[in-house]
Structure formats: structure tokens, C-alpha cells
């Protein structure tokens, strides 16, 4: 059973930056996604990255904004997130998959954590 541990969420005012990390027992092995889900809002993906070829996905809303990478020495994937709009705000879950490539689809991913709360405001 994957477990993911996610850590970066805070307070920010707009214009600021947050990473978020997730990390997992061989997570290089997993393709990964960053969700959110804002309040009253159905969750959302963010960004993802495949495991096998490491191509990217980046909602409209966030590209030139946000980077996912991995670390696969740390197990690590990160989600660097710049210029931090109040519209970001919302709790962002790490999810993990078998798959390789890259998933945009929540139901495609088997392991989630518990996300962590991102609010941007002044």
C-alpha cells in the first residue's frame, strides 16, 4: 500500500510561492498528479507527471506559473507554485498511480493523501 506525505501548504499572500512535496516509498516508479479542490468546487487537476517519460501537464489556469518536478533520489515529486493568485486556494491532494504516462483523470489514480491547505490572501 502506497502511502503519500505531502508538506508545503501555508498562508500566502498573492504574488507569493509555496512547493508542495509529496513522498512516497518509490514514487519514481508512479505517475503523480497534483488536485485542488476549492470550497464548493469539485476537485480539480493541477498539474501531472508521467513516471516513465517524465512529460508534464499543466492546467490554463497555472501554466508559466507552476513546475512540477521529481526527485527520484528522495522519492519526491514537487510542485513549485509562483505568483500565487486568491483563485489557487483550495486543498491540493497528491495522487499516485501505476500508469506511466500522464493522467488527468482523478478515478485513473489508486493512492491519494490526505492534501494540504493552500490559502492565498491579503
Known amino acids: 500500500q502506497l502511502q503519500l506525505m505531502e508538506s508545503g501548504g501555508g498562508l500566502v499572500q498573492p504574488g507569493g510561492s509555496l512547493r508542495l512535496s509529496c513522498v512516497a516509498a518509490?514514487?519514481?516508479?508512479?505517475?503523480v498528479g497534483w488536485f485542488r479542490q476549492a470550497p464548493g468546487k469539485e476537485r480539480e487537476p493541477v498539474s501531472c507527471i508521467g513516471s516513465s517519460d517524465n512529460l508534464t501537464y499543466y492546467a490554463d489556469s497555472v501554466k508559466g506559473r507552476f513546475a512540477i518536478s521529481r526527485d527520484n533520489a528522495k522519492h519526491a515529486v514537487y510542485l513549485q507554485m509562483d505568483s500565487l493568485k486568491p483563485e489557487d486556494t483550495g486543498v491540493y491532494y497528491c495522487?499516485?498511480?501505476?500508469?506511466?504516462?500522464?493522467?488527468?483523470?482523478?478515478?485513473?489514480?489508486?493512492?491519494w493523501g490526505q492534501g494540504t491547505q493552500v490559502t492565498v490572501s491579503s
Open positions: 518509490e514514487l519514481e516508479y508512479y505517475a
Open positions: 495522487a499516485a498511480s501505476t500508469l506511466t504516462l500522464v493522467i488527468t483523470t482523478a478515478d485513473m489514480y489508486s493512492y
